[in-house]
């Protein structure tokens, strides 16, 4: 009967709580205030009559076994707790947002230990992070037994740990690891809600042993029936060492859900019925089951209002989550760091609008105190003590050192190895988030017995005899059908290494270098015919084009030749000789400025001209060609430029690339050597007065390092090497280092061949076709006019044939054309 004395229906419901634990006995105090502060604000015709058992009662046990842990394996399963998915997503982010890529998991080995394990690797999968260990964790380990297990943690080389266990058994981990020191500068511990929710009841011997922790739990957002609640709490006769929890404002919506749903159910029959268990009726009784859960489920699964916890809302009978809450335990006290939403990603406040991207960047978060009372981001793992170390092919071969070379040393006999290309391969491990303790080995490579070339390096990196290929090694099609290459850390191609003529300076007839033959002789020509068109134009109305036949052509020629530099003194009468003689005198002012600075240029600058200009000429000359020894140069002359193979020759260092290029191909050496861009590079500045570059360079995709196919570590070390090579300050001290020495010869810079020095032809076809045109169009408008009257005067003539008129026409053209000469 309720206070104004009707009679209530009661309905009886079973709880099962594990009163020893922190959950349980907050669970179990907030339940009769939910029922108290229900009732007194909804007086329902129905009442929630609640009957408490320990998890460790024989029949409790028993039920436990049968509630299944999923609400997809049974309809009526509902939980109104967060499930561990949603937390799985949110470690998850945080952890890509670091750039961390490979964490050790630490579990308790029962199955709320187990259970978030899936849901973690799943989610681990999506950011490409790696579990590099697990370790499950029972409660019955002794101190000792944990401290061994943290001392295998420690010797290996990943420093991000997870942390999924209940209270009691995280609080002896933090105790005891803080022992291990390793509460320290490096580390980084993640714990899942089952410790972040239960931090404050553990006291604070333990939250200090977990300085720098970070920590996710579920967003409760503040209200002011919240705050009621609390302040109730307090005056309530519950003790000082208990203290709430998530899990207490759960149970409390619970049983509003409960109630609500409840007093929705029409309630005709007696609402149980009784089964029997024959199979255990020696341990287990029989048990009541209800006749009205299917539509208390049905009504529990629609409710939706705001309880302590936030909102109360349930799909397919699962509790939704709206955000987390991410902490830093700091000085024994919790900080709020940021939180997660699935809506938002990482974000430092909650309640602004929906933004238009998820943010997976750690910015966002406010800067956290890490284990070591340090503000620098861990990277995440440490050279590890003990582990398999990376076996590196390093290729071996005289001389080029700035680029790689390796010694021994004599007191550890372990190889050292330095040079430009192994300190770019360290600066870019150096930005992984894990270690890669490296083993060099060297491979030589050369004509000696025992060596071999870098084909065959890589093909033992196919084989697995080395883990990875690091040297200047040159990223070929060919290649990466059998291993994979990184992205190129140098850009690279092959070019060829020839004499140097001697300088054209000391050539007696450099003053015809400026223009080539056939450009003189067309030159001349124009003179000429410009000479003659003028002469046309202007004898018979110009006395200064009159007189003799030899004054006549000695005038045009004169006049024509005189305009190179502008000393004609006839005077022009003619227009149409007027438009030749202007459109001829700016083709000669083009043609001898060129010829000007061109001549100046021969004289005043050192020309580089090689001695042999291409392939072809090698070949033509039947020259000897040197290469690289042991590089992929070989093939390319045999099969891509079709050179006879016995006519090739391999050196080693810049000495013998010299010695070889002086003799010549007559004298034992050869007429040029053809190598890489480093290579020649490295060699050219250290003779850079005697060789040059010459004929067209073939590409390559640049120098990288080989691993086996299908290595995870190309992908990680070809992020890194662009994170190196955009490094500006970075690149230019590897340079300075390696390559200081050689700057008076100028290393990379282009040397291009100048193929003809000579002005050719086709550069002033335009200007001559155009002066031809104009000559053409003067004579034809001149002919036109000449012979216009005579024409129309024999036209007169009534009984004349057509063969008299041109007959008529053709003396009175000889007259007057001759007219002038005598």
């Not at 720098?212 to 709490?233: A, D, T």
């Not at 092919?393 to 040393?409: C, E, S």
């Not at 050869?670 to 010459?694: D, P, R, S």
């Not at 193929?755 to 036109?784: E, K, Q």
Request: with cysteine; hydrophobic share 40%.
């Amino acid at each position: 009967m309720d206070e104004f004395g009707e009679t209530k229906k009661k309905v009886d419901v079973g709880v099962i709580l594990d009163l020893n634990s922190l959950v349980g006995s907050v669970a179990n105090a907030c339940i009769p205030m939910a029922i108290s502060d229900f009732y007194a604000a909804h007086p329902f015709r129905t009442r929630l009559s609640l009957h408490v058992r320990s998890s460790d009662d024989v029949l409790a046990a028993a039920l436990q076994q049968r509630v299944p842990h999923s609400t997809t394996q049974n309809p009526f399963f509902v939980r109104t707790a967060l499930d561990d998915s949603s937390q799985a997503k949110a470690i998850a982010a945080i952890i890509h947002a670091y750039e961390w890529h490979e964490v050790v998991l630490l579990y308790e080995n029962t199955e709320y230990g187990s259970g978030l394990i899936p849901y973690l690797s799943d989610e681990f999968q999506r950011f490409d992070i790696r579990v590099s260990s697990r370790f499950s964790v029972s409660t019955n380990y002794s101190n000792l037994t944990i401290l061994k297990m943290l001392n295998n943690v420690m010797a290996m080389q990943t420093r991000v740990i997870v942390v999924h266990m209940t209270s009691s058994l995280g609080s002896k981990l933090f105790f005891l690891a803080k022992e291990a020191t390793m509460i320290s500068e490096g580390y980084v511990w993640i714990i899942t809600d089952g410790l972040s929710s239960l931090l404050d009841p553990m006291g604070a011997e333990i939250i200090g042993s977990m300085q720098g922790v970070l920590g996710i739990r579920p967003y409760i957002p503040q209200s002011k029936r919240l705050e009621k609640f609390k302040k109730k709490w307090k005056r309530g006769i519950h003790s000082s060492s208990t203290k709430l929890n998530i899990y207490g404002y759960w149970a409390y919506d619970t049983v509003w859900a409960l109630a609500k749903s409840v007093e929705m159910v029409p309630h005709k029959s007696s609402g149980v019925t009784r089964r029997s268990n024959r199979r255990n009726a020696s341990q287990i009784p029989e048990i009541r089951v209800s006749a009205i859960g299917r539509s208390i489920r049905n009504e529990i699964v629609k409710k939706k209002f705001k309880g302590l916890s936030g909102d109360f809302s349930l799909v397919r009978g699962q509790l939704q989550s709206s955000a987390f809450e991410i902490i830093n335990v700091v000085d024994k006290m919790e900080k709020v760091i940021g939180y997660w939403t699935v809506e938002n990603g990482l974000t430092a406040e909650l309640g602004k609008p929906v933004k238009a991207t998820y943010s997976t960047s750690y910015h966002e978060l406010k800067p956290p105190i890490w284990p070591g009372n340090t503000k620098a981001k861990p990277r995440g793992w440490t050279i590890p003590v003990v582990g398999k170390k990376l076996r590196i092919g390093v290729p071996v071969k005289p001389g080029f050192d700035a680029y790689l070379k390796v010694n021994r040393d004599p007191y550890t006999d372990e190889f050292i190895v330095t040079g430009f290309s192994y300190d770019v391969f360290k600066e870019a491990l150096a930005l992984l988030p894990f270690a890669v303790p490296l083993e060099p080995i060297p491979f030589p490579i050369g004509n000696d017995t025992g060596s071999g070339t870098y084909n065959e390096l890589l093909y033992d990196v196919k084989l697995q005899k080395f883990d990875a290929a690091v040297g200047d090694i040159t990223i070929l099609a060919n290649r990466s059908r059998y291993v994979d290459f990184t992205l190129p850390y140098l850009q690279s191609h092959v070019s060829m290494v020839v004499k140097i003529k001697d300088d054209g300076r000391k050539n007696m007839w450099i003053f015809l270098k400026p223009l080539s033959w056939d450009l003189w002789l067309t030159t001349g020509v124009a003179f000429i015919c410009t000479g003659l068109v003028v002469w046309v134009l202007e004898h018979r109305i110009n006395n200064e084009f009159g007189g003799s036949a030899r004054q006549q052509v000695g005038t045009a020629f004169w006049f024509s030749f005189s305009t190179l530099v502008f000393a004609h003194r006839e005077k022009i009468i003619s227009n149409l000789s007027r438009v030749v003689l202007i459109i001829w005198i700016f083709v000669v002012l083009i043609l001898t400025q060129s010829y000007t600075a061109s001549l100046a240029s021969m004289l005043t600058v050192q020309r580089l001209q090689p001695t042999v200009v291409d392939v072809n000429e090698l070949k033509k000359n039947g020259d000897f060609v040197g290469y690289e020894t042991g590089s992929f140069v070989k093939d390319l002359l045999v099969k891509q430029l079709d050179l006879d193979e016995s006519k090739l020759k391999n050196y080693g260092t810049a000495e013998e690339f010299d010695e070889a290029l002086s003799k010549g191909s007559q004298n034992g050496g050869v007429g040029a050597i053809f190598g890489t861009q480093h290579c020649v590079e490295l060699f050219l500045a250290k003779y850079c007065n005697k060789y040059m570059t010459a004929g067209p360079t073939y590409k390559t995709d640049g120098l990288g390092f080989a691993f086996p196919q299908g290595s995870p570590l190309v992908a990680y070390i070809s992020r890194a090497i662009l994170s190196v090579t955009e490094n500006k300050l970075k690149m230019d001290a590897l340079e300075q280092k390696y390559f200081s020495q050689l700057k008076p010869c100028q290393i990379g810079s282009e040397r291009t061949t100048i193929s003809s020095d000579s002005l050719g032809l086709y550069s002033f076809g335009g200007l001559f076709i155009i002066t031809a045109v104009a000559s053409v169009c003067s004579l034809i408008i001149y002919f036109t006019e000449f012979l216009q009257s005579p024409w129309n005067a024999a036209h007169t003539v009534h009984d004349s044939s057509v063969w008299s008129r041109i007959s008529e026409l053709v003396k009175y053209l000889m007259a007057n054309l001759l007219h002038k000469v005598s």
